[in-house]
């Protein structure tokens, strides 16, 4: 799997973002390298389709891509994960989990066929 953190060096939400990344491929126990790309310019946005920062791309595919709009150098938004607040610029755990789980075929968090594996373990 191929995980790619496109970035803007004066977006101060960028480290945040990774860190949430980070945190949920340690919680599904996922070990994968994140390839951090720095996106310098209007050039560079165009050739790698940046649509603002920071953008996670999973196998390719963004993990919002509802709120990836055209090539941009701005700050993106992302849905928020707390109540009353519209959007954030640092796309939330359950976000990124969720476009993992997608991403490697999984339903619900669990692969299919999962958790009949389990029951038989435990018979």
Do not use: C
Not at 1 to 22: G, K
Not at 69 to 74: D, T
């Amino acid at each position: 799997m191929r995980v790619e953190l496109l970035y803007t060096d004066d977006d101060p939400s960028y480290m945040a973002a990774r860190q949430n990344l980070v945190e949920v491929l340690n919680e599904d126990a996922f070990e994968t390298t994140i390839q951090m790309i720095a996106v310098a310019s209007e050039a560079d946005a165009a050739f790698l389709a940046f649509p603002g920062s920071p953008t996670i791309r999973i196998d390719g595919e963004d993990i919002y891509s509802a709120g990836a709009g055209s090539v941009s150098m701005q700050r993106r938004a992302y849905p928020t994960e707390h109540l009353g607040s519209a959007s954030s610029t640092i796309p939330g755990k359950s976000l990124i989990r969720a476009a993992l789980d997608q991403a490697r075929g999984w339903s619900h968090g669990r692969r299919a066929g999962h958790r009949q594996a389990s029951r038989s373990e435990r018979q």
